[in-house]
């Protein structure tokens, strides 16, 4: 059984930082691509940022210069460290994997966070 597990939401001022933290855990035998997305109220789930497993990175617009995605595959983690923060940064944040497990005949699937809620304050 692979899962996700998230950590790090919370309630933060605008302005502030926040660093959100995923683990990848169970049967893994390799994890490729990670990222984060987000979905707030009402709204379609988005792409936040993304990395690859050597460590190419994506970010959509609305957060370059803000965010930083990293990842450590001894781990199999991956963080997203969130600044200046705006009350439009306000959603849950799912983590999202691409991932290997060592279950025979079980292909390479894409696997999904529970989510972690960021709320940011005007």
């Known amino acids: 059984q692979v899962q996700l597990v998230e950590s790090g939401g919370d309630l933060v001022q605008a302005g502030g930082s926040l660093t959100l933290s ?14 984060w997305y987000r979905q707030a109220p009402g709204k ?5 940022a993304i990395i690859s497993r050597d460590f190419n990175t994506l970010y959509s617009d609305s957060v370059k210069g803000r965010f ?3 990842r450590d595959n001894t781990k199999n983690t ?4 969130m600044s200046s923060l705006t009350p439009e940064d306000s959603a849950v ?5 691409e991932i290997l497990p060592w279950t025979l005949g079980v292909p390479l699937g894409e696997y999904w966070g529970q989510g972690t ?6």
């Open 22 to 35: 995923c683990t990848a855990s169970g049967n893994i035998a390799r994890v490729k691509g990670m990222g």
């Open 93 to 97: 944040y799912y983590c999202n994997a």
């Open 117 to 122: 809620q960021v709320t940011v304050s005007s």
């Open 78 to 81: 991956v963080n997203l460290q």
């Open 68 to 70: 930083t995605i990293s």
């Open 44 to 48: 379609q789930r988005e792409m936040v």
